[in-house]
T-cell receptor, first 116, second 115 residues
């Protein structure tokens, strides 16, 4: 049973436009969500995170939105750049104080291609 | 500030052998987690250590084990290797506090090939 799902395996956008990557989760105990970017044969690079007490977090070109009632989060990249081309993973972890903050459950990833 | 380091970066073993992978976390971080990435299963959590104690464990057989030392460095061991153990093994470090939210920062991984 996949608790974190990224239903779009790939996404292609034009440079300068917005990229929207989506992620759904099923476990209501998840309390903290993260986005990572990954190149082949490298470790994931942390991008941005959000806790369940917020519905939006912004860092430069990256914004994450969380809709708890829908168990859905999305990552917006504006404007998209060719260097953003990579695999993006969303991940979820357990509730604050549960001792599960060190266990990340990952989605399957979405490959983003930004065309010049 | 130095990032997470993993050694070795590449490893080739044969079925039935055992292997030990090493991870040095970011200075000051107390949590080390291990993940396995394969094309078919994606990124899967193996286990997490915090202050030398295993705090969480994923759904992997007992052939997969780990430990953490007093300097927070961690090792994972896989015994009786199987072909399906071929994967990228990633180590992540995070957190100075036991119960705070912790972003995890990943090392470059160890690519294990089992022949």
């Amino acid at each position: 049973d996949q608790q974190v799902k990224q239903n779009s395996p790939s996404l292609s956008v034009q440079e300068g436009r917005i990229s929207i990557l989506n992620c759904d989760y099923t476990n209501s105990m998840f309390d903290y969500f993260l986005w990572y970017k990954k190149y082949p044969a490298e470790g994931p690079t942390f991008l941005i995170s959000i806790s369940s007490i917020k519905d939006k977090n912004e860092d430069g070109r990256f914004t994450v939105f969380l809709n708890k009632s829908a168990k859905h989060l999305s990552l917006h990249i504006v404007p998209s750049q060719p260097g953003d081309s990579a695999v993006y993973f969303c991940a979820a972890s357990g509730a604050h104080g549960s001792g599960n903050t060190g266990k990340l459950i990952f989605g399957q990833g979405t490959t983003l291609q930004v065309k010049p | 500030k130095a990032g997470v380091t993993q050694t070795p970066r590449y490893l080739i073993k044969t079925r039935g052998q055992q292997v030990t992978l090493s991870c040095s976390p970011i200075s000051g971080h107390r949590s080390v987690s291990w993940y396995q990435q394969t094309p078919g299963q994606g990124l899967q959590f193996l286990f997490e250590y915090f202050s030398e104690t295993q705090r969480n464990k994923g759904n992997f057989p007992g052939r997969f084990s780990g430990r953490q030392f007093s300097n927070s460095r961690s090792e994972m061991n896989v015994s009786t290797l199987e072909l399906g153990d071929s994967a990228l093994y990633l180590c992540a470090s995070g957190g100075r506090a036991a119960s705070s939210y912790n972003e995890q920062f990943f090392g470059p991984g160890t690519r294990l090939t089992v022949l």
